[in-house]
């Protein structure tokens, strides 16, 4: 290990057996925190080359128990996340790839600080259940083409060590560590092809643009090198997508996306990511017939009914579709009213995320218990004009007392005299 640590201290590049061994010494505790600190310091400045990050990468996938999809007829093909505010991307996309004939077997985490997880957001539909088994994941892709599960698998144990460790040695922010991280998890769960969508913005965890294409590019790079077709989109969370931000909140605006009434942003990004997915499961011989196709079953109802079939098979109350009533309603609702007339310049996705989680729609910590009620409904997207004393969104609360949340809102919704030019939503395609 010592002879490791100073190779890459003097910038040099790790074999693959020497990756190898440190990880699975690591995993076993055979190398100590102190010595896998240096190392990881030492990759935070000299960086990994592609074929060392694709080592790491397979090699934390080795570490644990790898799915098996292949019981699974078709392409797999997976959709990847960065994480944001208000991403209400899967709960729309998955029935509408799923609704091309595109198999979906996805495996979902819950939200932690100002980003919301997509297990959380379907829990909001009554009944719905996550924790279904293996056999019964598989038979339902097999039947509807559509099933989501919780993650309960031993997925990649030698990520979830690495990381508690680099989150207490400053050592978080290195692209090849998180290139790897999140590609060994995806790899792990299975999908044959793979589909990212890497947000940049201040609701990101990548703020700037230049970072967010250079971990886009790693990652598919290693995907491609270890087998896995991958494509990247990288696209804006400069604002919150769509308009709502909270679990059941954003149940009802994906329905509405579904009926072809969302947020214009929302849909967008669904269309873009999902013809992405269709093509890669060679559905169709181009991404512009993707799109299309995936159009058309929003018009036809066709995606909407996927949504439907899809909740029932997994134990939950389909007619909130019809009676979005039906989800479960925050006990107060208060306006945010705009004190000035302007056009919106910036409304910060991270402080608006963090606003709504001191709500109680998202988890400070691990453990904290989350409200699926709560939440914020935006009016308002940056570029769009305000006046004074007209509402910039509405608080979804449990406490009738929204005074801080207010304060904060406000402070994070700046307005300006001039006319806002849009930020593009979707900055490159990487493939
Ligand atoms: N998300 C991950 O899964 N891993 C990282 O290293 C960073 C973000
Ligand atoms: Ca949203």
Redesign the pocket.
């Given at each position: 290990m010592y002879d490791i640590i100073e190779k890459k201290r003097d910038g040099k590049i790790l074999k693959e057996i020497e990756i190898n061994y440190v990880i699975k010494n690591y995993v076993e505790h055979k190398i100590p925190d102190y010595q896998m600190s240096a190392l990881l310091m030492a990759i935070y400045f000299k960086g990994m080359t592609i074929k060392e990050s694709a080592a790491l990468t397979m090699a934390m996938v080795n570490s644990g128990e790898r799915i098996n999809l292949e019981d699974i007829t078709g392409i797999k093909v997976d959709k990847h996340s960065?994480g944001g505010v208000g991403d209400t991307t899967t709960i729309v996309l998955a029935p509408l790839v799923a609704s091309v004939g595109v198999p979906v077997a996805k495996m979902s985490g819950r939200g932690l600080g100002h980003t919301g997880g997509t297990l959380d957001k379907l829990e909001a539909i009554p009944g719905f259940n996550i924790e279904i088994s293996n056999e019964k994941f598989i038979k339902l892709v097999n039947e509807a083409n559509l099933a989501v599960i919780g993650q309960t698998a031993n997925l990649a144990p030698a990520d979830k060590l690495l990381?508690s460790l680099?989150d207490v040695t400053a050592t978080?922010n290195s692209i090849p560590?998180?290139a790897s991280?999140?590609m060994s998890?995806k790899i792990a769960s299975g999908a044959d092809r793979l589909v990212l969508d890497v947000k940049t913005g201040k609701g990101a965890?990548m703020e700037n643009p230049i970072d967010a294409k250079q971990l886009a590019k790693t990652m598919v790079e290693i995907g491609n090198s270890v087998g896995i077709k991958t494509v990247a989109v990288i696209s804006n969370m400069e604002e919150p997508l769509g308009y709502a931000i909270g679990n059941a909140l954003e149940i009802k605006e994906a329905v509405l996306t579904l009926k072809d009434r969302g947020p214009s942003d929302l849909t967008e990004l669904c269309l873009n990511l999902g013809s992405q997915m269709v093509y890669l499961a060679e559905k169709t011989s181009s991404i512009e017939e993707a799109r299309e196709l995936l159009k058309e079953n929003i018009k036809n109802g066709k995606a909407l009914l996927k949504f439907k079939e899809f909740i029932k098979n997994q134990s939950g109350d389909p007619t909130v579709i019809d009676k979005p009533n039906k989800l479960s309603k925050a006990k107060y609702k208060t306006e945010l009213i705009s004190n000035e007339s302007g056009y919106i310049k910036e409304i910060t996705a991270n402080e608006i995320g963090k606003a709504a989680m001191m709500l109680g729609a998202g988890r400070e910590r691990k453990d904290s218990v989350i409200n699926l009620a709560v939440g914020l409904v935006l009016h308002k997207k940056v570029g769009d004009f305000v006046k004074a004393g007209e509402s910039l969104l509405t608080i979804h609360s449990e406490e009738e007392d929204v005074k801080l949340i207010k304060t904060i809102l406000l402070n994070n919704i700046i307005l300006t005299e001039e006319v806002v030019e849009k930020l593009p939503l979707i900055y490159e395609i990487i493939k």
């Open positions: 960065t990381y680099r978080v560590l998180i991280s999140i998890k965890f």
